[in-house]
RNA sequence: GGUCCCAUAGCUCAGCUGGAUAGAGCACCGGUUUUCUAAACCGGCGGCCCUUGGUUCGAAUCCAAGUGGGGCUACCA
């Protein structure tokens, strides 16, 4: 592939060592700004020292040395300390020519890298329904596994399911006691969402007893103990874990009805998985390795019996990885999988964890000790950390229903699309099948640009009050104007598709050309930093100039054949690129809308 | 207390790995359609980039301290 900047770096190094036998120097280049003549800007203060000159007379003749050695660089100015290079019309064109039918441009082939990715996303809770915390989740991990693909790596999506523990306890719990053998058919809701009203019921009933507790004369940290629910909910889990067959079967049924809710936001979100882990199966991993930690001396027996590992000399404190009563924690699950994974994938080189940044510690301790016990693998283990959503009250918390439900937000999203796409009266000739499927397109469009374009390490803010926008820097911004393009296209019936020939660009068709030419160095850098925000922000900024372009300049109507085709190629070109950036969000461009 | 993260326009966010006059969208005000989709385009309004020091030719960006906000600091997961 044509790479400009590789082009150009080589004649600066040329330049500098034939005009000042400067041959250690770093050279980097900018793309130039704006409101300056030029492609891409060198800044000449970087070479001041060495050469002893000014950085105007320095940019002058490194300016005119590129001019009449490099053939591709057609101009040179130079403002204060920056030489602004301008590259030929022909090498943009001759770019163009190369890269105008890739259909699948940015993308490099899947597991061209010989790379081996395991990410793990959404491992919900089976207590309760999805929402706008879980949504920021499966998008980010369901992208960032897009992002991986595209650069050419081999990736195994997991979902680890928590489907035992006392929360879960909790939800059967009070099914059981104030259910009346509801299901999901009787009451006419999807199963999580029976589930978690269950879920909601029962801390309800906890909090009242804590508060009788507490009015008797007992202390707050005693009555939360001591609530009969509580006691209760432990000696359910304790039966779950005994195997108690009336319990287990309570416990398979209900968990099943959050898997058939589950299964349908999923679907409706556009996210899968390769690979399904549930923590009923692997609650019990880590047992042996914590025997294994022992004998090794990385870990070692307090006097109660329970079993610790000291990280204070590197800054994190002492952590308990097995209880005195011989039961695993959090993290001794979590290094029995993590040690099961790469057993599972011998190939396997990279473990992405996508939890969020409530979660920094715990994973600091998790990949601390596996490098103790020795893995290597363990400096491959990375927490794909994002920040909260959080509401104008604050965070979201599910057992006092201050949430925003995942399916509750989507249906919303349905309808104020179709209600703006009948507003707008553009949709003639539409067949039902089709409307649903713009309706579906659009509002997650919408919702999916609206949380990956923020940084996803950076917490985001939702205000349920407003709703998402549908015009400006948004999902159906870049979704209309890929219609809007296709709709061009079909009317070009004439449309050749040979080499483009020399043409003269004008400034906004160049600065096109250059946007899609950046494309490749975005996927690359969005996998770099597991941020579909870059990709989102690049998408966008591809947009807004063809939309200008677009209203400038007529393409159907040009009188110049050659024009006319290239502006067609242009729009297909970039056409293509909305399409395969959105793809990398995972979300889908209409033809028509 | 310890530790980690964050602070940019009225609001939501870009600007990360130092560079030229700090950018978008929304909101508000005004304009553009006999022409390829107006979910669009153009213009206006709007900033002590939290504060103070430091490094540098150059700092929103790097470093230090402070202020404000949030997370974590369980023999919960």
């Known amino acids: 592939m044509i790479n400009a900047e590789k082009l150009l770096y080589e004649s ?194 906890y909090k009242k007893q804590i508060e009788e507790h507490i009015a008797k004369g ?88 329970s079993i610790a590992i000291d990280l204070s000399a590197d800054g994190l404190d002492e952590k308990i990885v097995l209880r005195s009563d011989g039961t695993s924690v959090y993290v001794t699950q979590d290094l029995g999988t993590a040690i099961e994974r790469f057993k599972e994938f011998p190939g396997l080189e990279q473990l992405i964890y996508t939890v969020g940044n409530e979660q ?7 990949f601390k000790i596996l490098e103790k016990l020795g893995y290597t693998w363990a400096k491959e283990c990375y927490h794909l950390s994002y920040g909260m959503v959080e509401l104008p009250e604050g965070k979201m918390k599910s057992r006092e229903g201050t949430v925003v439900d995942a399916d509750e937000l989507l249906q919303e999203m349905y309808d104020t699309a179709e209600a703006t796409t009948k507003d707008l009266g553009k949709v003639e000739g539409f067949t039902e099948a089709e409307l649903d499927e713009l309706y579906r397109l659009v509002s997650l469009g919408a919702l ?16 349920p009050k407003e709703s998402i926008d549908f015009n400006g820097h948004t999902g159906p911004f870049i979704q209309y104007t890929h219609a809007r393009i296709k709709s061009v296209l079909r009317k070009a019936s004439d449309m050749v598709h040979s080499d483009i020939p020399g043409i003269e660009l004008n400034a906004i068709e160049k600065e096109i050309i250059k946007s899609i030419y950046d494309f490749e160095s975005v996927v ?36 110049n054949n050659d024009v006319k085709n290239f502006r067609l190629q242009l729009s297909k070109a970039s056409a293509q690129v909305l399409s395969n950036g959105m793809a990398l969000l995972g979300i889908k461009v209409p033809e028509r809308m």
């Open 360 to 366: 920094d510690y715990h994973f600091k301790v998790l």
């Open 12 to 205: 600066v190094q040329k330049a500098l060592v034939e005009l000042y036998s400067l041959s250690t120097a770093t050279i980097t280049f900018q793309k130039t700004r704006k409101e300056f003549e030029g492609d891409f800007t060198l800044v000449t203060f970087a070479f001041t020292k060495e050469t002893k000159k000014a950085p105007e007379q320095l940019g002058k003749e490194l300016g005119e040395f590129l001019l009449h050695h490099n053939p591709a660089i057609a101009a040179y100015s130079v403002v204060k300390g920056f030489l602004n290079l301008s590259l030929s019309n022909a090498f943009w064109l001759t770019y163009f020519n190369a890269i105008k039918d890739l259909t699948d441009i940015g993308h490099q082939k899947e597991n061209s890298s010989g790379k081996t990715i395991m990410l793990e996303y959404s491992s919900p809770n089976t207590n309760k329904p999805l929402h706008l915390g879980h949504v920021r989740n499966n998008l980010l991990g369901f992208s960032v596994a897009q992002i991986l693909k595209a650069n050419g790596h081999t990736v195994v999506k997991t979902n680890l399911v928590n489907d035992r523990g006392i929360h879960i306890c909790k939800s059967m719990l009070a099914w059981q006691k104030f259910g009346h053998g509801e299901t999901p058919q009787s009451a006419g809701l999807k199963g999580d969402h029976l589930v978690g009203k269950y879920y909601v019921e029962f801390d309800k009933a």
């Open 448 to 463: 999916k640009y609206f949380i990956l374009k923020v940084d996803p390490k950076k917490k985001m803010m939702f205000d």
């Open 218 to 305: 007992i202390s707050k940290e005693e009555a939360e103990k001591t609530a009969p629910l509580m006691l209760e909910a432990q000696e359910m889990l304790r039966q779950w874990e005994t195997g108690n067959t009336e319990v287990v079967k309570l416990w398979k049924t209900m968990n099943d009805w959050v898997y058939e809710g589950f299964a349908v936001t999923y679907k409706t979100l556009g996210v899968d998985f390769d690979k399904m882990y549930y923590e009923s199966n692997t609650y019990l991993l880590g047992k042996e390795v914590v025997q294994e930690g022992l004998h090794k001396n990385v870990f070692f027996k307090k006097e109660n019996g």
């Open 524 to 559: 690359t850098e969005a996998g770099q930093f597991y941020s579909p925000a870059l990709i989102a922000n690049y998408t966008y900024e591809l947009t807004k100039l063809y939309n200008r372009f677009y209203h400038e300049f007529s393409i159907l109507k040009e009188e």
